[in-house]
């Protein structure tokens, strides 16, 4: 059985499968070394997470998944004078509630990989061309999130992250390393265009890898390595699943 890696988070994880997701582009890189698990619910912050979590990882589980991301945030950030103030989550609460996500996955297994990874900046232009296109001239003119407060959440992310020993994945820092970031890396304000999703791909895949995930071998023989004269002989030899006298096929 590979191993797992679980991508949990909001909607920016479940959208991470889609074309050019940073979440297909893992299970691309690690196609048959891995199984990347998405576990992303849109709206979702961080009070509504732990109610899945003994759905998702529960402490029973024969194999815990050797990684995990945890990427909440744009949702806790959301603000109180906005459209998005039912998801709104208080700074000291989306710290304790990070706290207790890991907890949890330690308490299931204290060898899995935690990575952290925070909110992204955010675009007030491109959140106001996103209400427009959806409700019109019906669409708030009170904005529902904004950078800076991101920003805070993001740095108390990180700070949490330290506090346990985890590694961390500031996304709001880096993508506004880069000019434009704006438009190059964020959709409607707030979800990740391909090159944004890149970005979050390029920075979990650098954690991933020093933690020895590339070189993962793969579940079962490359082709070219099967003796086509007397192909048991190879699975028996490179697959210990495979035992002698074992039928493979019915």
């Known amino acids: 059985m590979r191993p797992q890696i679980v991508l949990f988070g909001d909607s920016i994880t479940q959208l991470s499968f889609g074309s050019g997701g940073w979440g297909a582009s893992l299970a691309d890189i690690y196609s ?29 589980a024969a194999k815990p998944p050797a990684a995990v991301t945890v990427f909440f945030g ?42 952290l990874i ?8 491109g959140r106001r ?11 708030s003119s009170v904005p529902d999130r904004t950078s800076e407060e991101a920003g805070i959440y993001a740095e108390q992310c990180v700070s949490v992250a330290k506090e346990l020993g985890l590694p961390s994945i500031n996304l709001w820092s880096k993508m506004q390393e880069t000019d434009g970031w704006q438009r190059k890396f964020l959709s409607d304000g707030l979800h990740l265009t391909p090159e944004g999703n890149a970005v979050v791909f ?3 895949v650098k954690i991933f890898d020093k933690a020895g995930f590339s070189e993962l071998p793969f579940d079962f023989p490359p082709n070219q390595e099967i003796d ?20 493979i096929l019915r």
């Open 228 to 247: 086509e004269e007397n192909p048991g002989k190879t699975f028996l030899q490179q697959c210990s699943a495979v035992k002698p006298g074992r039928r």
């Open 129 to 139: 061309e996103y209400a427009w296109s959806l409700y019109g001239d019906k669409a």
């Open 202 to 204: 390029k920075e979990v």
């Open 32 to 60: 048959r070394k891995v199984d990347v698990v998405l576990r992303g619910y849109n709206g979702y912050n961080t009070r509504w997470a732990l109610f899945l979590l003994h759905h998702i990882f529960p402490l029973e």
């Open 74 to 115: 744009a949702n806790d950030a959301a603000l109180l004078s906005g459209t998005g103030k039912r998801q709104h989550v208080p700074l000291e609460e989306y710290k304790e509630n990070l706290r207790k996500i890991v907890q949890h996955i330690k308490n299931q297994s204290p060898e899995t990989l935690i990575v």
């Open 118 to 125: 925070t909110p992204p900046p955010i675009c007030l232009e």
